[in-house]
């Protein structure tokens, strides 16, 4: 194992710029002396509201603010903002890859460190993590469910980072099912065909096909659903050996079986969820994880802020 990369399940690598189709032939041409590398993202631009299976019907994509000329991204930034809070809907600041070596650990969900130096990275000028965020229309509800903060402007500062992930929530707790999709339509679907082709022609958008045929090919293929078998079959598996360890231990023989297996599940989410502690770099100093951040604004047209891109 040579490198190690930040990836969630709503997210592909496009090895764009490589001399074949490959992230390992991308990752494989970057300098030794390089340790991190960064993937700047796109962000789906989705063209309807019923979408069921993003990897395969999303074509469409918003450039990052690194491979976009200054001039065009500040000058088309409101059309491509489109009455949100910000450039894009989620985060702006990318993906990274590590390798593999002593001493390294994750800093954030976005970029890697090192306890013995500071990491020599480089961000590449054509490959992109693509980001299919806010796809799906029941991707709203499922933002809600998944956090017990009240539906106010200030308490859900608690649960969600990003100021679209906040009016998200907030809509979706609040709204009715038809307020729901005709929000939806207006702040994340691009049914203007006239202002989709004017960025297309920018540069601004982008259309990148080849995710959506080879997931399609994979699907049709059956790998798939044999990956997704398996993957049923090993948890059956587990799940009865957990049962099995836990059926010799006279301390619990009044408890259900299916309590051992529930309760590791839950440590395991709760391990998840729990904030990790700052690290400290070599000198001692402790430094928080790099968060998710947004694109550069219109205040940053003025170069203020923009050191950390």
Not at 96 to 101: H, L, N, P, T, V
């Amino acid at each position: 194992m040579d490198w190690i990369m930040h990836l969630d399940t709503d997210e592909l690598l496009y090895p764009g710029g490589a001399s074949e189709y490959s992230i390992r032939r991308l990752l494989a041409d970057v300098p030794e002396d390089v340790d991190m590398v960064i993937f700047p993202n796109y962000e789906s631009s989705v063209e309807r509201d019923d979408i069921k299976d993003p990897f395969s019907e999303v074509s469409m994509f918003k450039k990052n603010y690194d491979h976009l000329p200054k001039d065009t991204y500040f000058g088309m930034y409101k059309e491509a903002t489109r009455g949100n809070p910000n450039y894009f809907i989620t985060y702006g600041n990318g993906k990274s890859a590590a390798r593999i070596q002593d001493h390294l650990r994750p800093n954030g969900a976005h970029r890697w460190h090192n306890y013995a130096k500071s990491p020599n990275e480089i961000k590449l000028e054509e490959a992109a993590v693509l980001h299919y965020t806010y796809t799906k229309f029941s991707d709203l509800t499922s933002r809600r469910d998944r956090c017990g903060c009240k539906p106010t402007k200030e308490d859900v500062k608690r649960c969600f980072m990003l100021d679209f992930d906040r009016a998200a929530f907030i809509i979706a707790s609040t709204a009715s099912e038809e307020d729901m999709l005709r929000w939806y339509n207006e702040r994340v679907v691009w049914n203007d065909k006239q202002l989709n082709l004017k960025l297309l022609r920018k540069g601004v958008l982008t259309r990148i096909y080849a995710p959506m045929a080879i997931v399609q090919g994979l699907r049709e293929s059956g790998v798939f659903t044999s990956v997704i078998a398996a993957a049923v079959d090993n948890a059956k598996v587990g799940q009865k050996e957990s049962v099995d360890r836990n059926s010799t231990d006279h301390d619990h023989e009044d408890e259900p079986r299916t309590s051992f297996v529930a309760a590791n599940n839950a440590r395991k989410i709760l391990n998840v969820v729990e904030p990790a502690p700052a690290y400290r770099d070599k000198d001692g100093g402790a430094s928080a994880a790099v968060p998710p951040l947004s694109p550069p604004g219109l205040d940053d047209a003025r170069g203020e802020g923009l050191a950390r891109w």
